[in-house]
């Protein structure tokens, strides 16, 4: 199916979607844009909580609150959904008990990729997890910070931090 039918198609069923800069397929001249970006599509805190309850996984907050405008709270607001996906596919691969200590609040590093924007979530370190993380995955070699990076198969990356593990959801890991 083409890629204009398929957005077709979502965006008549009513999915939210957001389409980051370069996602016009043409230049007002004419001439080819780059690439697209993904299309990504963003869920509230409680659609969030209730998808992680449903698998198991619990989530912690420094500040014991959800505001995602306070660095010492755990929010989920505008997570993409692949993410949250994408913890559940951990969870069930795994068999770890995971415990979300960081989600879309404010005080993270930016960027494209980052935790605002929906593609971050931060898991406490438990042996079985980081046992699974560095056996199931291939390491991929240092972050400018030092953290070991790990990547999946299907391409997210977990990068270990000093007290956590910071994972980059690119898609939902086979989900």
Same mark, same amino acid.
């Given at each position: ?22 996602? #016009?397929?043409?230049? &007002? $001249? ?17 659609? #969030? ?17 959800? $505001? ?40 993270? &590093? ?11 979530? $931060? ?42 593990? $910071? ?9």
């Amino acid at each position: 199916m083409k890629l204009r039918s398929v957005l077709t198609t979502l965006a008549l069923a009513g999915t939210a979607l957001f389409a980051g800069p370069g996602a #016009a397929s043409a230049l &007002a $001249d004419g001439s080819p844009a780059a690439a697209p970006a993904p299309l990504v599509t963003k869920i509230s805190h409680s659609q #969030a909580t209730s998808m992680f309850q449903s698998s198991g996984i619990t989530w912690s907050s420094s500040g014991g609150c959800s $505001d995602r405008n306070v660095p010492t709270c755990t929010s989920f607001e505008q997570l993409n959904l692949a993410s949250a996906q994408g913890a559940q596919t951990l969870k069930s691969a795994s068999g770890c008990a995971l415990n979300v200590t960081g989600g879309t609040e404010t005080g993270h &590093a930016g960027g494209t990729y980052s935790h605002w924007n929906g593609y971050k979530l $931060d898991f406490g370190l438990s042996s079985c997890l980081n046992s699974y993380v560095t056996g199931a995955f291939t390491y991929i070699g240092e972050r400018g910070d030092g953290a070991a990076l790990y990547e999946s198969a299907s391409g997210n990356v977990y990068a270990r931090e000093s007290n956590h593990w $910071d994972v980059t959801y690119y898609n939902c890991g086979g989900c």
